[in-house]
């Protein structure tokens, strides 16, 4: 298709980092092979960037990479202007960045309630206790509440977390985010196995998290009308490496990512 290169993408240089997360030519490499190769962004903060790419881009592997789940071969990951490469995800979750993933992460025995008391506590400290309900403090009673109500779900409280639809499971996992007082929060496909009619009410939500509230995310998302609609720039990946990192308009006109997507819809 095109020959791959090492070399910064177009707009993106190797300076000192500015945005409230930034990566610095980070790579990760299996052997000889780059699943992630020098890749150098900045989410400034109340931000919404998008990474997108053909299937086996290393859009999850280079989310991996950021939360910490690996350890790069090379490059730097910043978080709040702190160098967070060699930290764990804890530790990193701690400074203020939260995960969700393509699977389903909440814990299905408990009721809604109790899986976000639990991500409360975890935040502050506090022991976790499931059974009976954890913890006794009114403030976290209180901020389970509010983040719950955040999402929609305050009705949902006492449900089964296990018995919930797909796309309520989704707004879990995001209300297990808010109770974590996440500075950045990385979105690893939340529309992954979403029904078409619960999409609209779940892009709302993001929606509102992000422009109300001027949250900094970092999501990756095949669905590229949501990209289009969440999306203040858009990071495209291929071969483990940034092609372009610019607004959408000017990515989709791009003909080195179309080239990318020969194969695929767009």
């Known amino acids: 298709m095109f020959p791959r290169s090492n070399?910064?993408?177009?707009?993106?240089?190797?300076a000192p980092a500015t945005g409230l997360l930034s990566t610095r030519r980070l790579t990760w490499k299996i052997g000889e092979v780059a699943i992630v190769d020098h890749v150098s962004i900045d989410l400034a903060e109340g931000e919404f960037l998008a990474v997108i790419g053909p299937n086996g881009a290393g859009k999850t592997s280079l989310f991996n990479l950021i939360s910490g789940l690996r350890k790069p071969t090379d490059g730097s990951v910043t978080l709040?202007?702190?160098?967070?490469?060699?930290?764990?995800?804890?530790?990193?979750a701690r400074r203020g960045?939260?995960?969700?993933?393509?699977?389903?992460?909440?814990?299905?025995?408990?009721?809604?309630?109790?899986?976000?008391?639990?991500?409360?506590?975890a935040r502050r400290g506090g022991s976790i206790r499931p059974f009976p309900l954890p913890g006794s403090d009114k403030d976290i009673?209180?901020?389970?509440?509010?983040?719950?109500?955040?999402?929609?779900?305050?009705?949902?409280?006492?449900?089964?977390?296990?018995?919930?639809?797909?796309?309520?499971?989704?707004k879990l996992e995001i209300a297990l985010?808010?109770?974590g007082e996440p500075k950045v929060l990385l979105l690893d496909e939340p529309m992954a196995g979403v029904s078409?009619?619960?999409?609209?009410?779940?892009?709302?939500?993001?929606?509102?998290?992000?422009?109300?509230?001027?949250?900094?995310?970092l999501m990756v998302e095949h669905h590229m009308d949501v990209v289009l609609d969440l999306a203040d720039r858009v990071a495209v990946m291929h071969h483990g490496a940034l092609?372009?990192?610019?607004?959408?308009?000017?990515?989709?006109?791009?003909?080195t990512v179309q080239e990318a997507y020969l194969g695929e819809k767009l």
């Open 243 to 255: 092609l372009i990192c610019d607004t959408p308009e000017v990515v989709m006109a791009d003909r």
């Open 7 to 14: 070399a910064p993408a177009a707009g993106v240089v190797d």
């Open 177 to 179: 985010l808010l109770a």
């Open 196 to 217: 078409a009619e619960d999409v609209p009410g779940l892009v709302a939500l993001i929606k509102t998290l992000t422009r109300d509230e001027r949250r900094s995310v």
């Open 80 to 92: 709040a202007g702190q160098d967070v490469t060699r930290l764990a995800p804890h530790r990193r």
């Open 141 to 170: 009673a209180e901020r389970a509440a509010r983040v719950l109500w955040r999402v929609g779900l305050d009705h949902r409280a006492r449900t089964m977390a296990g018995t919930l639809a797909h796309g309520e499971k989704r």
């Open 97 to 121: 960045l939260g995960r969700t993933f393509q699977s389903s992460s909440v814990f299905g025995s408990l009721t809604v309630e109790q899986n976000v008391r639990l991500a409360v506590q």
